[in-house]
């Protein structure tokens, strides 16, 4: 039974970084997708960024496109995100998630069947 656990999360001023982790317990081959899926309080799950199995394509939403960079070391079977100049409405727990095969519809959640617990981000102004 594959786990993930996320790490990294924390409270930082706006402007700052943070750097995400998300390790998998059991074996996550590099033939599957990845991505980190944020969700604030009274809104929905919203995707962020995702990896493709190889690693070579990654893709981001607009609203985090250039400030967050999404990269993975398949035999470390950890899959990281580091966000950079942050701002409050990144605030939200942030979630790592595992789509079995290659990346389809990447952003929307319903297509991911493995998540962790989840990681607080808090951006203060």
């Known amino acids: 039974q594959v786990q993930l656990v996320e790490s990294g999360g924390g409270s930082v001023q706006a402007g700052g970084s943070l750097r995400l982790s998300c390790t998998a317990s059991g074996y996550i081959s590099s033939s599957n997708c990845m991505g980190w899926f944020r969700q604030a309080p009274g809104k929905e799950r919203e995707g962020v960024a995702v990896?493709?199995?190889?690693?070579?394509?990654?893709y981001y939403s607009d609203s985090v496109k250039g400030r967050f960079t999404i990269s993975r070391d398949n035999p470390k079977n950890t899959m990281y995100l580091q966000m950079d100049s942050l701002k409050p409405e990144d605030t939200a727990m942030y979630y790592c998630?595992?789509?079995?095969?290659?990346?389809?519809?990447?952003?929307?959640?319903?297509?991911?069947?493995?998540w962790g617990q989840g990681t607080q981000v808090t951006v203060s102004s």
């Open positions: 990896i493709w199995p190889g690693g070579g394509s990654v």
């Open positions: 998630a595992v789509r079995w095969g290659q990346c389809y519809l990447p952003l929307m959640a319903s297509e991911y069947s493995i």
